[in-house]
C-alpha cells in the first residue's frame, strides 16, 4: 500500500532534520544558500486566496508542502521560490489556468518554443500553467505543472535557450522533493535536479540496453556517469552502447557524456576522436540522416543538411531547417553561397509556418540582406504570429526572445574562447 501524502511529508521533515545535523554535501549544489532551512508555511487564506485569483486548484502534493512544512528555502537549485515569487506578478491573471502542453517522455528541444509558445509581445503567456519551482543557475529552472494533462509533475527546461521542457520522472512534488534529500544524502550530484533517472545502477543497466526509448537509453547513460561511483560492468556497458546502440543520436550523446564526465570516475577513453568517427559514419548511413548525432558530434556540415531539406516528409525538413537556422554546431567549410541561397528561398516559400519562420531566421543568420525586400513583401501578407515575428526581428524592428545561434568564429570552435576538448 502506498504511503499517504501526511506519511511522505512526516518523512521529509525528519530528512530535513537529519540534512541540518549533517555538514553541507560539497555535491550538494545551492545548499550552502539555504542550510536545509524552511521558511514558515504559507497560511491557508493565503493559498485559497492565491488559488480563486488564478482560477486554478494547486496540485495536492506540492500544496500540502506549502502549508504544512515550509514556504521557501530548502530545496534544488539555490532555494525553492515562495508562491508569491513563483508566479510572477505582472503575468495576466489567467495565464495559470491555460493548460501546459508539455507531456512526459523525451525532452522538448530546439524549435520547441517556436511550436508550443507564443511568440514574445504584449499579449503573451510563455509557459502558461506553470509555477516556476526552482532556478540552478543562469536560465535553469525546474517548474510544476499546475494546469493541463501532466498536472503535478515538473519540468526542467532552460526558459532563455534551446534546451527546452523535460518532465522529470518524479510522480509529482513530494517524490521529487524527497528524492533530492536522498541523493544529496548519497553524495549524488545534484546539480540541476531532475535529470537523472530515479533508478539505482542495475536499473539504469537495464534501461540502456532494453528500453524501446532512444533519449531514454540516452538518459540512462548519463545517469550512471551522476552515480557517486560507477562500476567496472556500468562502464564496460556505456562503451558497448557507443559502439552497439541501434539510435546514432544514442551513441553520440554517450560519447560525449563519457568525454566530459569521465574523469570524476577516473576512467580513460583513449580513442575518443576514432570513436566519433565511427558514429559519425552511422548517423550518415541511416535513413534518415541523424542530424541530431552529428550535431552533437560537432561534425554537421551543409551536405547532411541539404537532401534533408528536399524530404517530403516535413518533420525531417523541420529539423534541417532548424539546423540551418539556428544550430551553432553546423560546420560553413562546404557551404557555398548559390546552395545556400536556393535552401533559403525554398524554405521562405513553404506552406508550413514552421519553415518558413526557419527560412525567416537563415536570412538572419547568414546575413543575406538581398533578401531584404523579399521579407518586407512576405510581412505584408504573413498571417503566423512566429512567423511575423521573425519578421520583425530580421528587419531589425522587434527585440528577440527566443534563442539564437551566435555566429562569431570564437563560438564556432574557430577561435580563441571556445574549446572542443573537455576541460581536463
Not at 68 to 82: I, S, V
Not at 131 to 148: D, E, F, N, Q
Request: aromatic letters at 8%.
Amino acid at each position: 500500500m502506498a504511503d499517504t501524502d501526511h506519511v511522505r511529508l512526516a518523512r521529509i521533515a525528519d530528512k530535513l532534520a537529519a540534512a541540518r545535523a549533517r555538514p553541507v554535501p560539497q555535491t550538494a549544489f545551492g545548499a550552502d544558500a539555504h542550510l536545509f532551512e524552511l521558511a514558515p508555511p504559507v497560511p491557508e487564506a493565503v493559498v485559497a486566496e492565491f488559488e480563486e485569483r488564478h482560477k486554478v486548484a494547486l496540485p495536492p502534493a506540492y500544496r500540502l508542502f506549502i502549508t504544512e512544512l515550509g514556504a521557501e528555502g530548502a530545496g534544488p537549485g539555490y532555494r525553492l521560490c515562495r508562491l508569491d515569487t513563483a508566479c510572477c506578478t505582472h503575468r495576466r491573471s489567467d495565464h495559470l489556468a491555460r493548460p501546459s502542453p508539455y507531456l512526459p517522455g523525451p525532452r522538448y528541444l530546439d524549435d520547441w518554443e517556436l511550436r508550443y509558445e507564443d511568440p514574445p509581445g504584449p499579449n503573451r503567456h510563455f509557459l502558461p500553467g506553470t509555477l516556476r519551482i526552482a532556478a540552478h543557475g543562469c536560465s535553469l529552472v525546474t517548474r510544476l505543472i499546475v494546469t493541463g494533462p501532466a498536472q503535478g509533475r515538473l519540468i526542467n527546461l532552460d526558459d532563455d535557450g534551446p534546451v527546452g521542457p523535460y518532465v522529470v520522472e518524479d510522480a509529482d512534488f513530494l517524490a521529487w522533493y524527497e528524492r533530492w534529500l536522498d541523493e544529496s544524502a548519497a553524495g549524488y550530484d545534484v546539480g540541476w535536479f531532475g535529470e537523472r533517472l530515479p533508478l539505482d545502477e542495475p536499473e539504469l543497466l537495464a534501461v540502456l540496453s532494453e528500453d524501446p526509448s532512444p533519449s531514454r537509453r540516452s538518459r540512462a547513460g548519463e545517469s550512471l556517469l551522476r552515480l557517486p561511483a560507477l562500476s567496472d560492468t556500468a562502464w564496460s556497458a556505456l562503451l558497448g552502447a557507443i559502439s552497439t546502440d541501434a539510435a546514432p543520436s544514442v551513441r553520440a550523446e554517450l560519447w560525449d557524456q563519457l568525454r566530459w564526465e569521465r574523469h570524476k570516475h577516473q576512467r580513460t577513453l583513449a580513442n575518443a576522436e576514432e570513436i566519433a568517427n565511427n558514429v559519425a559514419r552511422h548517423a550518415r548511413s541511416s535513413t534518415p540522416r541523424d542530424l541530431n548525432a552529428l550535431s552533437t558530434l560537432r561534425d554537421l556540415t551543409f551536405a547532411d543538411v541539404q537532401p534533408e531539406l528536399a524530404s517530403g516528409d516535413v518533420e525531417r525538413r523541420r529539423r534541417a531547417a532548424y539546423e540551418l537556422a539556428r544550430s551553432w554546431t553546423l560546420k560553413r567549410d562546404d557551404l557555398q553561397q548559390d546552395q545556400l541561397e536556393g535552401a533559403v528561398s525554398a524554405l521562405l516559400d513553404e506552406e508550413d509556418p514552421l519553415l518558413r519562420a526557419h527560412g525567416v531566421a537563415a536570412v538572419r543568420r547568414f546575413g543575406l540582406t538581398d533578401f531584404h525586400p523579399r521579407l518586407r513583401a512576405l510581412r505584408q501578407t504573413e498571417t503566423d504570429p512566429w512567423v511575423r515575428h521573425e519578421l520583425e526581428y530580421s528587419l531589425g524592428e522587434h527585440p528577440a526572445r527566443i534563442w539564437d545561434a551566435p555566429t562569431s568564429p570564437a563560438m564556432q570552435g574557430e577561435g580563441e574562447g571556445y574549446c572542443k576538448a573537455p576541460p581536463f
